[in-house]
């Protein structure tokens, strides 16, 4: 019941602290005979390294993951693979006139409040910075699921200007700052966070995961469910307020006749003629892509001074200057993508666990 | 790693399909020297019951709660506690022409899929009355959280038919058959319902669930958040597609500033201008209401043929006759209230456990 | 962290007390489509059975058990078994003067330290009783197991009396009351029984339990060790003071030479020319039998008064009278061969679940 | 239920091979408050190296802990404490020749069956260099009990040769390079390993571990009992074979009457007239000390070759040259403690947080 630890079998347990000599987890229950290098983590940890565009926060950060056990030879020997990446950029002054006053929308009321005692350098445990923990265990799990299972996420929203869904383009979001999949909001965002930046302001977004190549049969009933856990993993990431699988709040006015996703016999097993499921029907993944989406409130550290309160019981008013991004939903992207890889390859494992692996298939016999 | 229990402390697992001869519970880890009965569970089990008025299923169940164990002359003795609850009204008949075919939108093809085997009376183990053993468990938990922590829900919305927030009041919620906080929606909603029942169709809703009296400082980052066990405790709910904690989904379109909940001091402590954050901050109680919203889907049981396979891979057409919840949203108010109030009282256990409990106070010397 | 549930896949939780309506288990995690009936959990019910000879005790139960779920058409779903086995023949009367007194060598006065209240009928949670819940499991255990997997338990030592090992023979077990692999040892133990059942005293045992079958590769290090497991399997099992796996403490005298068990390659793979690991090495099986041992206390429930306090801290003197085994130990072999069954089904999924299965052979390529 | 983490909320996760780069710990659900430095962990390092006296590896680690995380201003802040511990003189050469062969008694034939690919320089994961994590954690643990709870732990036999028990003086340990608590042992086995380190062999031994302070309460039915866990944490140390609490294995010769620990009742409550329970009754710790033994194994390294084959399948000889501790038995005792510690650790927070903390007492009123 750690509460620094998830997953069930494929289980990390992250730590660090935001300004602290380094960050990183320990992956255990991980299978033996994967290739696995520190490359493979470091392709996804520059994807979501600071300092990447003006959008983004400016700390430096090489986020150079080393693997320091669970490894022999370049394959993984089932043993814990403990990742470690150095901090190299903190400074800690930038947030020394906020070691005592609470930020209105930040943890350091409640990490008060709880403990007692903090860590305030750079918002210590709870600073985004945990994250790039999350990102090497995620391409972990990518090797655990293989090549068959494709991960992706994109930003299809930042404060009230939303992606045009048909000319969605994953190939879009690796050529913008923003994960955008639609080449025609890019310049609307880029005006509207130019504002927000210039404003010392901050703003929300909402990132959509989608995994592909799932088989049926992944998750369990009834409090191992797929997309329960899906939610778990999603919410868990910084700013995170609100996380939906597939229609999600839109399932709420459709009717039963728009909402069901009719089946069809196809060459390689059921066809579906919509997802609204999102891929997951009574928590068990259904053959579809899973599909999920995740909205982040705005950044808690702004520039213009907010009402508040400090560990004296004083009533201050609080600014934040140092760096900050001011979308903190962007970066959140290739996070969204390593939660749900660990929530994928975790499934895996529970189902190959239960039943032996495969699926049952219409008109076959026995497991495929 | 149960998958079919949830909690850490305060540990909840549950048993039983919707036409076997009894459901149940067994909680584990509850405090001693509780006063409990039985007439406590029921309570809450009449309100969620079925067969309480025209638009909810007509499957007449006493739901009688019996206690097999965990007390000694009315007090919890610390030891599990058991609950059975019988299935009296099985018309297993009912489901026979469907025990081969998918229904779309349910979980008969991932059951399938990952077990070969299933129970297909009634929907088994996948059926919404599985969730009586959460209200079971619900009612324990409240006591746990004792008087001064107040859980209730009601239904926002049917449908596309949402209530007014400016008539919001919650003694309206105990008037009327649908839950509803708002009583000028009532009719509406009926009509809407009496259209969706006539049609053999069904129809989706949303539920808003909040907890008043949550001290600040329960919860645990990273995995361990409040708000990611709510997320995961609501999202396990049968037909929940999407989960959020305050301003939710909104909070993607506010600025910094409009999110920040600014903060006074009060005379018992801090106190709040707003609460976007719905009660939770960095994973942690801030002290004010926990609120948070799930939505779900239409019930997948309809008159209206839909397009389906069978276990041998044929294609049909199915319907489902038999007794539906025309929107099984109604119903699931009373059990978000009981996956809240199990959440905290896990997380009160939690927060003792690693703090000795109580808060810091701004000003105050340690722990309240 | 369920204090009542053990296992992490194939997980038992039990409910119930002594002389409450009813016990029982949920068995979660239970791969689906195996042949399963009440009839299978019978049979090792009526080996626990208490009733059976003069040297256990003469409380009558017919320990029926119910199966309340996850089955269908005889074969498991793969959702949650409840199990139910109702109390028959309560005395409450016979615990009357007790239950404010502490009975040196029991359980009493530690639930009155910790709970405050405690259900002092029969022992309550406390009671050997609940072992009927473990052997119930365990049945199920075994069919998960399958019939390659032979787990057998024989008492080798009661009192200062222990068998003669030459003469080991586990058909006898089947024909003595105590479940005595040598019959040569059964007339001592009678003579032995007799005049402890006779002077209203008690007396301690050593069960020794092995699983022949098992395949190489089964537990983990560091601390999911098939070993630890077993240990703490053995250990939660009243009376159990200490537990051994193969040459166990004897290993303490021996030197590296006589302890190593050498291999040879045999036809099937390797072969070993002793088993002083008692099966398990790095906490991973060897592929030889596992061997375990556990040592059983006198039962404190004696006729002869001890000095002890009371709740009100008098200092008193108590006498058990009531029905009790004079020698727990007996019982406790079938008990040792369900927890045995259940750590080893536990084991097997793991091992699913992280490598798919099957081990590496020397001179093999891949898994077997 | 992660292979390489044990305690339920106080979680040690341990990672590292004996001959990659490092090796360390993660310590999960400390409480925040504590006054902890590396100094601290230092003092229990020591005391476990290798290469302190002729009788222990000669191998020369400093064994310098590095804490990463979860400090703030030399106290503990509640999140996760990541403690790091580099490899310094790893000689992989030592281990060339048995990269391929199994060594007789050792892991090497396990691993290579479960996981198909080893690290087996020095043992990797199965080289009881990981023990220098568990004595980290320990002393982390050790700061959460306070110092009321006093653990430490003596060698009570090495080989055949036992200690004098009525000559045990606790101070005698600290002044002997065995942890031997009797001066008059200390020659003998001298002159013992001295036979066994010449011969190239290795012996086993019994170390014996105790806690003073731990007051009733601690500990909880049926599968979280604390001599369960107990039983557990001494069993995954390597090598370990037999753990008893109390009388252990002797309790299996014990009457009722002999075996029965009396009470009376004190000035500071309820007084003892002997321990044969070590400290547990029930699975709840009742106020005395518990006490707790386990066997160790000769270490399975020794330099007469024995029967054996290799990864190819053939037969072979094998002799281990390299550097070894020929009595393993010897440095566990810092290990055993710091293993006490957790467990011990683990108990008083979980029993916190399902009562609040404190005990009845006999005659007063409410908890203390």
């Known amino acids: ?47 979501r390294k600071p300092g990447g565009s003006r959008f983004v926060t400016q700390r430096r950060e090489p986020d150079a993951a080393k693997i320091l056990s669970g490894l022999y030879e370049g394959v993984t020997t089932g043993t814990p693979i403990s990742v470690l990446i150095e901090n190299v950029d903190q400074r800690s002054k930038d947030y020394g006139d906020i070691a005592r006053g609470f930020r209105p929308g930040h943890a350091d009321w409640t990490y008060f409040a709880k403990y007692g005692v903090r860590d305030p350098r750079g918002g210590g445990r709870s600073s985004a910075r945990e994250t790039a923990s999350r990102v090497a265990a995620g391409a972990i799990a990518r090797k655990v699921l293989g090549e068959a299972v494709v991960i992706r996420a994109a930003v299809v929203q930042i404060g009230p200007h939303r992606i045009n869904r048909a000319r969605w383009d994953w190939a879009e979001t690796a050529n913008n700052p923003f994960f955008a999949p639609d080449r025609g909001i890019v310049p609307v965002w880029e005006g509207f966070l130019d504002e927000v930046r210039k404003a010392g302001s901050s703003t929300g977004a909402v990132v959509e995961v989608e995994a592909q190549g799932v088989p049926a049969g992944w998750g369990a009933p009834v409090y191992g469910k797929l997309d329960a856990d899906i939610a778990a993993a999603l919410m868990s990431i910084n700013a995170v307020k609100g996380v939906e699988i597939g229609a999600g709040f839109g399932a709420a006015e459709l009717s039963g006749e728009a909402n069901a996703d009719e089946m069809r016999m196809g060459a390689d097993g059921p066809e579906f003629l919509s997802n609204h499921a999102g891929g997951v029907l009574g928590g068990i993944s259904t053959g579809q892509a899973v599909v999920a989406r995740m909205a982040l409130k705005p950044t808690s550290s702004i520039l213009t001074p ?28 290739p996070v969204a993508e390593a939660m749900l890889a660990c929530v994928l390859a975790d499934a895996f494992l529970q189902h190959r666990a239960q039943t032996g692996g495969g699926a049952f298939r219409p008109g076959g016999e026995g497991r495929s």
């Open 306 to 333: 907010r009402r508040s309160i400090d560990v004296d019981g004083q009533e201050v008013e609080i600014a934040t200057k140092g760096r900050h991004d001011p979308c903190v939903g962007i970066r959140a992207a």
């Open 1 to 47: 019941m750690s509460f620094n630890s998830f997953g069930r079998l494929f289980r990390v347990t992250t730590w660090g602290e935001s300004h602290g000599p380094a960050i990183g987890c320990v992956v255990d229950g991980c299978p033996p005979g994967i290739a696995l290098s520190e490359a493979d983590l470091q392709a996804d940890l520059d994807r």
